[in-house]
C-alpha cells in the first residue's frame, strides 16, 4: 500500500454494525420476490423464517426490523405483565433497549452481577421467587450469547445445560439474545441447532457481523410466534414488501457464517499487538470484539479516540478509561496492520 493509500484509509472499528452490503448480497435483495409480510404473504421473509427456524431446531421464527425489537418481543412473550425476568446486570436487554421491558411490556427485571462468562446458574437459582401474595413472580432468564459488554464472551454450553436445568425445576421460560450467537458457534463449534434446543425463545441478528444491512428474528415454537406476529404488529414492526431484506439476511447466512473466524483472528491479533501496553486481556479475546482497558494507561479513551480518528481509524469510547475494537465483514488484514500501527503509535 502507497502511504497516500494508507491515509486515506478509514479502518472502522467501532461496531459490526457498520457493515455495507456486498455486491453480491445487494444482487440477492434486488432479485429478491416480494409479497405484504403483513398479510403473510412475502415468500422470500417466509423462507427466511423458515431456514432460521430450522438452523435452530424449533417450529418458527419470524423477522423483525431491530434486534431489541426481537428481545422485547420474545420477553413479552414469556413473561406476563408485571411479572420479572431475570438477567445480568450488563445485559443488552436492560442496558440499551431504553426501558422497553418496563415501559412495553410492564416487565419487571431485576439483574444479578456480570461476570461474562463466568455465570454460576446456583447464584441464579436462589434469585427466583415463586408465585406468592407480595412479592413479583419470577417468569424468565435471559442470557446473552456472546455477550456484548463483556467484550464478546462465549457462555459454555455446559454453563448454558446448568442453567436450563435450573430454569426447568423453577417452571422458568429461558430466552436468549442471541444478536452474535453465530460467533459463539464458530468460536466454540457448538452446533446453532444445540444451542436451539436450550431456549424457549431466542432472538437473532442478521446485522451483527453477518453483513445484513438490517434484520432480526424472533425463533421459539410455533404457538410463541403465531403469538409474537400479534405482538410485532402492535408494536409497529409489522413491514410490507420487506423481502428485499430478509434476501439480505438469507445471503448473509450462506455465506458470511464460516467467515466469522477471519474476524476472530483478526480480532486475536489486534489484541495481542496491543498487549504489550496493559490494555487487554488477550485471552479473553475470543470472538470479535476487543475491550480496552486504559485504567493503567497514560492515555484516557477520548484522546484514544481522537488520535486514532484522526489518523483514520475509528474506534468507540465506551467511558473515559474504555473503548471497544470490533472486526468485521469490511476490515480485512490490511485494515488490521493499519489500525495496529495507529493504535501503537498512540498508545506508545
Ligand atoms: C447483544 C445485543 N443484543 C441486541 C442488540 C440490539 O440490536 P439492534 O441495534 O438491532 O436493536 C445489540 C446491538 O448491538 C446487541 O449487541
Known amino acids: ?85 431475570l438477567c445480568d446486570a450488563d445485559a443488552h436487554v436492560v442496558n440499551y433497549e431504553v426501558g422497553a421491558a418496563a415501559a412495553i411490556g410492564g416487565v419487571s427485571t431485576r439483574t444479578w452481577p456480570a461476570r461474562g462468562a463466568d455465570l454460576d446458574p446456583d447464584e441464579i437459582a436462589a434469585m427466583i421467587r415463586p408465585d406468592g401474595y407480595h ?45 452474535r450467537i453465530w460467533h459463539a458457534h464458530v468460536a466454540d463449534g457448538v452446533p446453532l441447532a444445540t444451542y436451539g434446543r436450550l431456549f424457549d425463545t431466542l432472538s437473532v441478528c442478521l446485522s451483527k457481523g453477518l453483513g445484513a444491512p438490517v434484520g432480526s428474528l424472533v425463533v421459539g415454537s410455533a404457538e410463541k410466534i403465531e403469538k409474537a406476529r400479534w405482538i410485532r404488529k402492535r408494536m409497529g414492526g409489522g413491514m410490507r414488501q420487506v423481502g428485499v431484506l430478509a434476501a439480505a439476511g438469507q445471503y448473509a447466512l450462506r455465506h458470511h457464517i464460516a467467515r466469522l473466524a477471519d474476524d476472530h483472528a483478526r480480532a486475536a491479533r489486534l489484541a495481542s499487538a496491543l498487549a504489550p501496553f496493559g490494555v487487554v486481556d488477550v485471552e479473553a479475546v475470543r470472538t470479535n470484539l476487543v475491550p480496552l482497558d ?29 473503548a471497544r475494537l470490533v472486526t468485521h465483514l469490511d476490515v480485512d488484514d490490511a485494515g488490521i496492520d493499519r489500525a495496529i500501527e495507529v493504535l501503537t503509535r498512540v498508545l506508545s
Request: glycine share 8%; aromatic share 2%; proline share 5%.
Open 135 to 179: 412479592a413479583v413472580t419470577t417468569r424468565a432468564i435471559a442470557v446473552e450469547q456472546t455477550h456484548n459488554r463483556a467484550g464478546g464472551a462465549v457462555l459454555p454450553l455446559a454453563t448454558l445445560e446448568r442453567l436450563r436445568s435450573v430454569a426447568d425445576d423453577a417452571g422458568l421460560a429461558l430466552h436468549c439474545d442471541g444478536a
Open 294 to 322: 486504559l485504567t493503567k494507561s497514560p492515555v484516557d479513551a477520548l484522546a484514544l479516540g481522537a488520535a486514532a480518528r484522526d489518523a483514520g481509524v475509528l474506534v468507540s469510547v465506551m467511558g473515559p478509561h474504555s
Open 1 to 85: 500500500m502507497s502511504g497516500g493509500d494508507a491515509a486515506r484509509m478509514i479502518v472502522d472499528l467501532r461496531s459490526d454494525t457498520v457493515t455495507k452490503p456486498t455486491p453480491a448480497m445487494r444482487e440477492a435483495m434486488a432479485a429478491a420476490e416480494v409479497g405484504d409480510d403483513v398479510y403473510a404473504e412475502d415468500p422470500t421473509v417466509n423462507a427466511l423464517q423458515a431456514e432460521v427456524a430450522a438452523l435452530f431446531g424449533h417450529e418458527a421464527a419470524l423477522f423483525a426490523p431491530t434486534g431489541s425489537m426481537a428481545n422485547q418481543i420474545a420477553i413479552q412473550l414469556v413473561v406476563p405483565r408485571a411479572d420479572e425476568l
